[in-house]
């Protein structure tokens, strides 16, 4: 008698090739989402600060001067006080909705946005904290272009002072 086996399926070491495979292809495709979504991150946050700072501009050209920064201080290391962009500000209610129908409050990591006016209200400050949620520029070290996420994005009279370039670590 002879015995037909019909050979269906795959061997293990078949499976092990291909689970290796999809193993190498995983290792490469997970960091480069990971750094597409940190991008993707910063630049809303740079699109929205340029919101933010166009609302202003409309606003200073009607009323030859910057929204206030009235609302609650945050400390930070900046030469002027800071408030953050929250409902109860007096940057919200100059603005909204006269110049900007809603103003984005928080960056793409989920921080408030930073803002504030210089004494005679003729300078402004737009500052997002980065992935690290954490103030790092004073008044004397804004650096210009960066390659790190946690850095903050500054937004200064209608320019970002420091903002991100290039290939992010």
Not at 47 to 72: L, Q, W
Request: aromatic residues 8%.
């Amino acid at each position: 008698m002879r015995l037909n086996r019909s050979k269906k399926g795959f061997t293990l070491i078949e499976l092990l090739i291909v689970v290796a495979i999809i193993g190498i292809i995983v290792a490469i495709a997970i960091p480069n989402l990971l750094n597409a979504i940190q991008r993707a991150k910063q630049k809303r946050t740079m699109g929205d600060m340029r919101t933010i700072g166009t609302a202003a501009e409309a606003y200073a050209v009607d009323n030859n001067r910057y929204p206030s920064a009235a609302g609650y201080s945050i400390p930070t290391s900046l030469a002027i006080p800071t408030t953050t962009i929250n409902n109860s500000n007096g940057m919200q209610n100059h603005l909204s909705p006269t110049y900007i129908k809603l103003i984005p409050m928080k960056d793409g990591w989920d921080s408030y946005f930073l803002y504030t006016v210089s004494a005679t209200s003729q300078d402004y400050i737009i500052l997002s904290a980065g992935k690290n949620g954490a103030v790092s520029v004073t008044a004397g070290n804004v650096v210009g272009p960066t390659t790190d996420f946690n850095q903050d994005i500054v937004f200064v009279d209608g320019q970002f002072m420091q903002f991100p370039d290039g290939i992010q670590q």
